[in-house]
């Protein structure tokens, strides 16, 4: 059986999509920022939760705040970017609920009222609109470089609140120079899936 999708969008989205570790110096814009999102936004998630949060970090004085916390070897890539995103989950994602789930607007009230629960249901669902939101950076035709090489509590004092979990930084960009590492093995079809 074959996909559906072209075979270019297979290879711009999976096959030859990479964590990038170079970047042109051309500017990521707020409109191709805003396309991304106006695409991803569209991807499930239970309940219609909304969790995920994005900080972009522009400004060199922001920039520099951020780098401090990278992960040695994640400084350099960081501090060249064009854009880098702070992915957050929002803990108090349930006070949506009633609007972005209005076949069942008390379920706000039923399964969610213990933040450990809401703790749990935002990093699932906000890691899937990461997810989703990494493959909307290569459908606009930038290159992502997610990264989880980071002080997580000192982003989070630094850029977020208590009410948000930081979940990756993801720099964002045209790939420069020698952006890829080799592509690393993946597991085959019969080493992931059973059928029971």
Known sequence: MSLVLDPAAQDLL?????????????????????AIYNLVKYGPTAFNQTPLRITLVRSPE?????????????????????????????????????HLFPAAPQIKDVFFTERPVRENAAALNAALQAAYFIVGVRAAG??????????????RKEFLDDDHTPLMVVNIGRPGPDAWHPRSPRLGFDQVVTTV
Do not use: C, W, Y
């Not at 995103?85 to 006070?95: G, Q």
């Open 62 to 98: 922001a920039r520099e705040r951020l780098v401090e916390h990278m992960a040695e070897g994640n400084r350099p890539k960081t501090a060249s970017a064009p854009l880098v995103a702070i992915l957050s989950a929002d803990n108090e994602f349930h006070e949506e609920l009633p």
């Open 14 to 34: 999976f096959r030859e999509a990479r964590s990038a570790n170079t970047f042109t110096d051309e500017p990521v814009t707020d409109e191709q920022v805003q």
């Open 142 to 155: 930038l290159a992502a470089g997610p990264m989880t090489g980071f002080d997580f509590e000192g982003v």
